[in-house]
Nanobody, 122 residues
Framework: QVQLVESGGGLVQTGDSLRISCAAS????????MGWFRQAPGKEREFVAA???????YHADSVKGRFTVSRDNANNWLYLQLNSLKPEDTAVYYC????????????????WGQGTQVTVSS
């Protein structure tokens, strides 16, 4: 069994930066694809970014150039650096692990964290 715990969310202003983290425990995920998704009120959960165990990364078009996903395989951590934040980035951000399909589909992932709230004020 895998447990994922996100941290680092908060209230920031437009243009600010934030780094959110995900700590994985239970077993090593060094060969697992891990990703970030977000969900705003009244909207579906949407893909943000993912990183393959080799280090190859994918980012949604809406965050490309502003957000960067990374991972620390040795310590089972996943990170998301959020720069140039906009009010439309406001959402609960979820960490996901063990992908068995397209990286951009939330249905592909077997494990999920509880989420961390990111709120961007205008």
């Amino acid at each position: 069994q895998v447990q994922l715990v996100e941290s680092g969310g908060g209230l920031v202003q437009t243009g600010d930066s934030l780094r959110i983290s995900c700590a994985a425990s239970g077993r090593t995920l060094s060969e697992s694809t891990m990703g970030w998704f977000r969900q705003a009120p009244g909207k579906e959960r949407e893909f943000v970014a993912a990183v393959i165990w080799t280090g190859v990364t994918y980012h949604a078009d809406s965050v490309k150039g502003r957000f960067t996903v990374s991972r620390d395989n040795a310590n089972n951590w996943l990170y998301l650096q959020l720069n140039s934040l906009k009010p439309e980035d406001t959402a609960v951000y979820y960490c996901a692990a063990e992908c068995n399909g397209p990286v951009y589909s939330f249905r592909s992932y077997n494990y999920w964290g509880q989420g961390t709230q990111v709120t961007v004020s205008s």
